[in-house]
T-cell receptor, first 114, second 109 residues
Framework: EPEVTQTPSHQVTQMGQEVILRCVPISNHLYFYWYRQILGQKVEFLVSFYNNEISEKSEIFDDQFSVERPDGSNFTLKIRSTKLEDSAMYFC????????????FGPGTRLTVL | GIQVEQSPPDLILQEGANSTLRCNFSDSVNNLQWFHQNPWGQLINLFYIPSGTKQNGRLSATTVATERYSLLYISSSQTTDSGVYFCAALRDSNYQLIWGAGTKLIIKP
């Protein structure tokens, strides 16, 4: 069964450093998403991406964040200058249809900002 | 926007017991999903169930869209069922999944 993959599984970084989280969505999917979960809290939507541009973004997704699909397979989330409060689990998801299809989630990247 | 509420917040059961987890949502939805978050933090897709009933082994789910709730049933619980169970509903206006706070399930041997 096809699945969404994410790398790395765990990233530790110093405050102020840039990080890039990588995702490989399911190959025939068209819609891509990033969510995050601060430890012990709800999962929160960050951004959705379709046709090489952002479709929707939440208030959390400020100028420190950016997304990119640099080639036909990868989907990346960049945090330009990490803050302590960016420590969280980051999940990538993809779907074939944004309205009626399951969103399939990757295993997540645990980001720790020191 | 959609509000998603889950109950109970915590549930402790003995191995072999059955359980019912509930998800209420405040508006009509096109998409409702159930997930299991394992102790390593991974989200496992359980069901995509905007309406009706589905079964997968010991797990089944029912969504009554007109009454705005969904139920997840776990029968003959095993210790590996432990973890947090989330439901998430798709906000129609912008296609974001809105998540409940989860039910933390502990199955004791």
């Amino acid at each position: 069964e096809p699945e969404v993959t994410q790398t790395p599984s765990h990233q530790v970084t110093q405050m102020g450093q840039e990080v890039i989280l990588r995702c490989v969505p399911i190959s025939n999917h068209l819609y891509f998403y990033w969510y995050r979960q601060i430890l012990g809290q709800k999962v929160e939507f960050l951004v959705s991406f379709y046709n090489n541009e952002i479709s929707e973004k939440s208030e959390i997704f400020d100028d420190q964040f950016s997304v990119e699909r640099p080639d036909g397979s990868n989907f990346t989330l960049k945090i330009r200058s990490t803050k302590l409060e960016d420590s969280a689990m980051y999940f990538c998801a993809s779907s074939g249809d944004r309205r009626t299809d399951t969103q399939y989630f990757g295993p997540g990247t645990r980001l720790t900002v020191l | 926007g959609i509000q998603v509420e889950q109950s109970p917040p915590d549930l402790i059961l003995q191995e072999g017991a059955n359980s019912t987890l509930r998800c209420n949502f405040s508006d009509s939805v096109n998409n409702l999903q159930w997930f299991h978050q394992n102790p390593w933090g991974q989200l496992i897709n359980l069901f995509y169930i905007p309406s009706g009933t589905k079964q997968n082994g010991r797990l089944s789910a029912t969504t009554v869209a007109t009454e705005r709730y969904s139920l997840l049933y776990i029968s003959s619980s095993q210790t590996t069922d432990s973890g947090v169970y989330f439901c998430a509903a798709l906000r129609d206006s912008n296609y974001q999944l809105i998540w409940g706070a989860g039910t933390k399930l502990i199955i004791k041997p």
